[in-house]
């Protein structure tokens, strides 16, 4: 099946390390997505990649690295410069083609213990 | 700051009734709307979307209106049903950017 997927699902990190987020899609799209949503809060926008080898800061980037070196995956560093890294972490992937709506991963719940 | 926001962050709803979750952006040049629905623990999944160029767009239950004079969006539930239950968030496209943008949500609680 046709589908976005990101693991794991639970993931837990010791204060100082660095951790990486899988995200891979078959949907064959170009644009990759990273979110951060904390409780009660929206989706705030890490980075994105419109396309193979480029990606851009979104509104949150500090303390967050990601590479796209195959269209199907973008993964997602949480460095130990990210001050608060607890969080719920969503993937998403859509079309190059403007106006078409994005597909969300079932995300990456990261806890800082 | 986000463009797009949320007049109400928690809404409640006899089952049965009709639910309107309101929306509004900020960003004149969005050309592009989404609602998305997310319950709890899941990523969010797409419910409709609608073009700017249109007023007015139906689905199964569901009706998308966009006002692009006072920047307004809406999405109206017809009959809610305890399903419905979930955060629902508008997002827009911003075609210059090419990102896409959430606002902070709303969360229907439906009352039996």
């Known amino acids: 099946d046709g589908g976005i997927t990101q693991s794991p699902k639970y993931l837990f990190r010791k204060e100082g390390q660095n951790v990486t987020l899988s995200c891979e899609q078959n949907l064959n799209h170009d644009a990759m997505y990273w979110y951060r949503q904390d409780p009660g809060q929206g989706l705030r926008l890490i980075y994105y990649s419109q396309i193979v080898n480029d990606f851009q800061k979104g509104d949150i980037a500090e303390g967050y690295s990601v590479s796209r070196e195959k269209k199907e995956s973008f993964p997602l560093t949480v460095t130990s410069a990210q001050k608060n890294p607890t969080a719920f972490y969503l993937c998403?992937?859509?079309?190059?083609?403007?106006?078409?709506?994005?597909?969300f991963g079932q995300g990456t719940r990261l806890t800082v213990v | 700051g986000e463009s797009v926001g949320l007049h109400l962050p928690t809404l409640s709803v006899q089952e049965g009734d009709n639910s309107i979750i309101n929306c509004a952006y900020s960003?004149?040049?969005?050309?592009?709307f989404i609602w998305y629905k997310q319950e709890s623990g899941k990523g969010p999944q797409f419910i409709i979307d609608?073009?700017?160029?249109?007023d007015k767009r139906q689905g199964q239950r569901v009706t998308v209106l966009l006002n692009k004079t006072v920047k307004h969006l809406s999405l109206q539930i017809a009959a809610t049903q305890p399903g419905d239950s979930a955060v629902y968030f508008c997002?827009?496209?911003?075609?210059?950017?090419?990102?896409?943008?959430f606002g902070k949500g709303t969360r229907l609680h439906i009352l039996p």
């Open positions: 998403a992937s859509s079309a190059w083609d403007r106006n078409t709506e994005a597909f």
């Open positions: 609608i073009r700017s160029n249109m």
């Open positions: 960003n004149s040049a969005s050309d592009y």
């Open positions: 997002a827009e496209n911003i075609s210059q950017d090419d990102k896409i943008i």
